[in-house]
């Protein structure tokens, strides 16, 4: 994947981290559900961001510590909101749905799709989150939840305000870096001293500073 000189913020964080480490990281970029499948099948190292899940940790490596997950050693921390179009009836409280006449969208493959199915709601999933949107303003969703930092720029460039975020987060998750479990094998050391070195960075004024240059 080439890389701009704004590559992102996750990227500038573990390129600074693997460049105190005397580490090289090749980038490649793939949808969401292949990136998993590559890790699973141990053809890629690791993959970010991921929140956690029971069933993903099968086939990845987390940074447990003394038999935990260490939210310390996160990349950050994200929310999922509900989307929906002005004026909708869709009510969240916090805890459970209400008022949902239809399906709700989500990207496929994506952690929240589970909790949403947990809590009754029906859910649609895509792989284009351009896709989600073009279906809810057309009425064909009822809503989409999705990671505000992901769907709110898509939502900011319509010309009025017909899709809405509700002000409640559907849930706020850590997400981290995670690697094959194959990779980690046999590569712990390393593993672990990048997990520590983003924490490290992360806590920073260093990081402070990658932040800042993506500041408008």
Not at 80 to 87: C, E, I, M, P
Not at 185 to 204: H, V
Not at 207 to 213: L, Q
Request: net charge positive; proline share 3%.
């Amino acid at each position: 994947m080439p890389l701009t000189a704004k590559a992102g913020i996750t990227i500038d964080l573990l390129n600074l981290a693997a460049k105190n480490l005397n580490l090289t990281i090749i980038y490649h970029r793939y949808p969401w559900s292949r990136c998993l499948r590559l890790l699973e099948d141990s053809k890629i190292d690791g993959v970010f961001h991921a929140s956690y899940n029971p069933d993903r940790e099968k086939i990845a490596a987390y940074p447990i510590r003394n038999g935990k997950l260490n939210d310390s050693l996160r990349i950050h921390r994200k929310s999922y909101s509900l989307y929906t179009r002005k004026g909708s009836n869709i009510q969240w409280d916090g805890q459970s749905f209400d008022k949902v006449s239809g399906e709700i969208g989500a990207v496929f493959k994506y952690a929240v799709v589970d909790e949403l199915r947990g809590k009754g709601v029906k859910v649609s999933e895509s792989w284009e989150r351009d896709i989600l949107l073009k279906k809810l303003i057309g009425g064909h969703l009822s809503g989409v939840v999705d990671l505000e930092n992901l769907f709110e720029p898509l939502v900011s460039r319509l010309k009025d305000e017909a899709v809405v975020r509700h002000p409640i987060p559907i849930s706020t998750k850590n997400y981290y870096l995670i690697y094959s479990r194959e990779f980690f094998k046999n590569n712990g050391n390393a593993s672990r001293a990048l997990w520590d070195q983003l924490k490290t960075i992360r806590e920073s004024a260093e990081y402070s500073d990658i932040v800042e240059r993506y500041v408008d």
